[in-house]
């Protein structure tokens, strides 16, 4: 059964940092893009990053890019989101997920999210003084 798992979440002080992992189980993460994404609470859930299968290409939302830093190591199987100067508005849960479709699984885009077939059940970052 192909799951993802995040870890790495919790409670941060405002410029502080976190480093979130996305690990799979059941499958092999080289052949997949992994992407990141966050959900406040009311709010619509969000892009934040992907990561191509073999780490290539990077991708960034604006509201993190210079911030945030996605990397992998497939050898782990593990995914990792290295989250610097943290803000309160960064407060959310953050999922990592990817694509089953043959055609689109490796690549690094921000697909419409009904194409994402695998979701972890997501880890909570609070960013609060």
């Known amino acids: 059964q192909l799951q993802l798992v995040e870890s790495g979440g919790g409670l941060v002080q405002p410029g502080g940092s976190l480093r979130l992992s996305c690990a799979a189980s059941g499958f092999t993460l080289d052949y997949y893009a992994i992407h990141w994404f966050r959900q406040a609470p009311g709010k619509e859930r969000e892009r934040v990053s992907c990561?191509?299968?073999?780490?290539?290409?990077?991708k960034y939302a604006d509201s993190v890019k210079g911030r945030f830093t996605i990397s992998r190591d497939n050898a782990k199987n593990t995914v990792y989101l290295q989250m610097n100067s943290l803000k309160p508005e960064d407060t959310a849960v953050y999922y990592c997920a990817t694509v089953s479709r043959l055609a689109t699984r490796s690549l690094c885009m921000f697909w419409a999210t009904t194409e994402y077939d695998f979701w972890g059940q997501g880890t909570q970052v609070t960013v609060s003084a």
């Open positions: 990561i191509s299968s073999g780490g290539s290409t990077t």
